[in-house]
């Protein structure tokens, strides 16, 4: 089965930067579509960010467009989640998930999921 794990989280003041990454193991071919959720204290986890590993579709929620990028390493079989002009509301726990279908943007689409990197954005 399909192994993630995150990297990258981190303590960060607003309007910085983070890149998390996502390593993934195992028959990654059977998971064409990748994918960042977070969750933050009290709240459901939420979609963010999701990539086929041909890179042909892409999608973003809308609260991260234009300040979040999602890209990937197809030899190294890793995703990363570029992170701008982070917002306190951004914290959160993030989560690596991989999906067998195309198009995936809901968290019951996703069958493989990492540990969770922990993202902090202090005012």
């Known amino acids: 089965q399909v192994q993630l794990v995150e990297s990258g989280g981190g303590l960060v003041q607003a309007g910085g930067s983070l890149r998390l990454s996502c390593t993934a193991s195992?028959?990654?071919?059977?998971?064409?579509?990748m994918g960042w959720f977070r969750r933050a204290p009290g709240k459901e986890r939420e979609f963010v960010a999701a990539i086929n590993w041909s890179g042909s579709s892409i999608y973003y929620a809308d609260s991260v467009k234009g300040r979040f990028t999602i890209s990937k390493h197809n030899a190294a079989n890793m995703v990363y989640l570029q992170m701008n002009s982070l917002k306190p509301e951004d914290t959160a726990v993030y989560y690596c998930?991989?999906?067998?279908?195309?198009?995936?943007?809901?968290?019951?689409?996703?069958?493989?999921w990492g540990q969770g990197t922990q993202v902090t954005v202090s005012s």
């Open positions: 998930a991989a999906s067998p279908f195309q198009g995936a943007t809901r968290s019951g689409s996703f069958g493989a």
């Open positions: 195992g028959p990654t071919y059977s998971m064409p579509v």
